[in-house]
């Protein structure tokens, strides 16, 4: 019986948190945000004009957003399915765009690259519902810090490509894609295996252990990020032997993760010699077959919650009163009430200028006069990073304490975006330096705090369905801001240089008007996050007040014992 405990044991650790790391470096590698290193190629291959790229673009967000058929098929399959779907799908997006690129094939009618962007940024969708969902089961008691930590990897993600593929392939757009090609899926398949449902920490000890691991893995991921932003802002470290050392140092950081299970397993092992496991703490293990169960079990669905309320008996949505802000909305409760349309509209405002300056990073650095723009986008990388692992802990830590409401965050951070867009619409070299860092930084943090505002504000019980309609905002914002503003005033400048195929601009007339247009709608922006922010206090003192008391409740029961 110890025996079978023992392998129970280890078997239950190497799912944890074996399979965490794996899906740590999915993340790292998942390719987002990497557009801009091969859409100048996509463009001389095809033949586009600024306007046609930038529909590819919106292709991409439009894949990356549509997570619906993903969220609905992990109610009736497992994980390890999901991911490999998304291995396939991102095969086949990738692989055909990288096959047009380096030309081993011809150039297929422009709705099948439109097709095809969308497929490979569909991939992300497959990879965030395997990962994030099954996160939340695992480690129910860290949800923040651990999806935090999947979406900081997650935006160093084109800095580590850029600079692999600067280093091996000397920035080729096409062996870039063939890395998109080949790295996700593998990962993807690797991933299925071992990250599966496992019990969660049951216990103080446990619980201790899993805190400690996890402030681990983020310093890791910090290190990593600071050695990406000191490689890219020193430029002697970008040739000779000092990128090779940067490129060894980059291997070593990237393995790192796997020093904790490593760390862990000898604690693991040390608590089973003195006869202590799961077991023992009443937990029930989890059987063969519940490994492989959907995420979402439909049993687990309260199907009986909406009856014990007047709205749950109403036969239409048209019926059901508003709930109060911070109440449990339903999700067609949405539309009936004016802060879900201005949380939407700031949310638009904000991620569309920051998607859009990704999605055209490439052109942007050419009308500026750059040859290459690996430097800017491993910029904006890394602003994305420390923009997504800074912002939900900082709102947090003031909403505690000052009750701080969060669309005040939301507004904070759109301040240094309207500044460096209207530098950026000057034509200064510099500006693109910081506005590539710095837009990074809060467009990464627009992301994260996108999610606790909006179960703050309409309740976790409908979350996912409210979360899947209002993060509609970014493929919106793609459209609009991508696919209509800049390319339009793009090729309105843009010329046919000799020798060129494709319409081409340079000078700070590209995209002049279209960064004072951002600015603009972001100051607009800014005003109704001081709406939000003003109509939500009483909201946020409520939570403030929630928090103090469960603190004081748990300081008085150390002090009784």
């Avoid at 909305?329 to 920051?354: D, I, Q």
Wanted: net charge neutral; charged share 15%; hydrophobic share 45%.
């Amino acid at each position: 019986m110890a025996s079978s405990d023992q392998r129970l044991e280890h078997t239950v650790f190497a799912r944890r948190w074996v399979g965490f790391v794996l899906a740590i470096w999915l993340m790292a590698l998942s390719g987002s945000y990497g557009f801009a290193n091969y859409s100048t190629a996509l463009k001389d291959v095809l033949g586009l004009n600024q306007k046609q790229l930038n529909r590819l673009s919106v292709a991409k967000d439009l894949g990356d957003s549509s997570g619906i058929l993903a969220g609905i098929l992990c109610n009736y399959v497992s994980a390890s399915t999901l991911l490999c779907i998304g291995a396939t799908v991102s095969l086949v997006g990738n692989g055909t765009q990288w096959l047009v690129v380096s030309q081993i094939i011809s150039p297929p009618p422009y709705w099948i690259m439109f097709i095809m962007a969308a497929v490979a940024g569909n991939t992300l969708s497959w990879m965030n519902t395997s990962v994030f969902t099954l996160s939340v089961r695992n480690f129910p008691r860290n949800r923040g810090p651990v999806a935090g930590l999947f979406k900081a990897y997650m935006g160093l993600s084109a800095a580590i490509y850029s600079h692999f593929c600067d280093y091996f392939f000397s920035s080729s757009a096409s062996k870039y894609l063939l890395m998109l090609s080949t790295a996700p899926p593998t990962f993807c398949l690797i991933t299925a295996v071992f990250f599966r449902q496992v019990p969660a920490a049951v216990t103080a000890e446990d619980d201790k252990v899993e805190q400690q691991s996890l402030f681990m893995f983020t310093v890791m991921s910090i290190a990593l990020a600071l050695l990406l932003v000191v490689k890219s802002l020193v430029p002697g470290l970008q040739e000779g032997i000092a990128q090779s050392v940067v490129t060894a140092l980059l291997f070593v950081l990237l393995a790192a993760p796997a020093l904790v299970p490593i760390v862990l397993f000898f604690k693991v092992k040390k608590k089973l010699a003195v006869g202590v496991s799961y077991l023992d703490d009443g937990v029930k293990p989890i059987a063969e077959d519940e490994l492989t169960k959907p995420l979402l079990d439909q049993s687990e669905i309260d199907v009986e919650g909406d009856k014990s309320s007047p709205a749950g008996q109403e036969s239409g949505w048209l019926s059901r009163p508003v709930p109060r802000l911070g109440e449990d909305w339903f999700t067609l409760s949405l539309f009936k009430t004016w802060h879900s349309y201005v949380l939407y509209a700031t949310l638009f405002f904000g991620t569309g200028a920051g998607m859009s300056f990704a999605n055209n990073l490439g052109q942007v650095g050419q009308s500026f006069g750059f040859s290459t723009v690996t430097l800017f986008t491993s910029l904006f990388s890394l602003g994305n990073f420390f923009g997504r692992i800074t912002s939900g802990n900082v709102s947090e830590y003031f909403l505690k304490t000052l009750s701080t409401p969060r669309p005040a965050w939301i507004g904070v951070v759109k301040l240094p975006m309207i500044v460096l867009f209207t530098w950026l619409s000057f034509g200064s070299g510099a500006s693109l330096y910081a506005g590539s860092l710095i837009v990074g930084f809060s467009h990464g943090s627009l992301i994260t705090l996108t999610i606790p505002t909006i179960s703050e504000f309409y309740g976790l019980k409908y979350f996912g369905t409210n979360y899947m309609v209002l993060n509609t905002h970014i493929l919106a914002g793609s459209i609009v801001f991508s696919g209509i503003i800049a390319g339009y005033l793009y090729d309105l400048h843009a010329t046919y240089e000799d020798g060129e195929s494709s319409l081409t601009c340079y000078g700070a007339s590209c995209y002049g008007t279209t960064f004072r247009i951002y600015a603009g709608c972001l100051a607009v922006a800014l005003l109704l996050d001081v709406l939000l922010t003003f109509s939500s206090r009483h909201l946020y003192r409520r939570f403030k007040d929630i928090n103090t008391h469960v603190k004081d409740s748990a300081v008085h029961k150390s002090i009784e014992k």
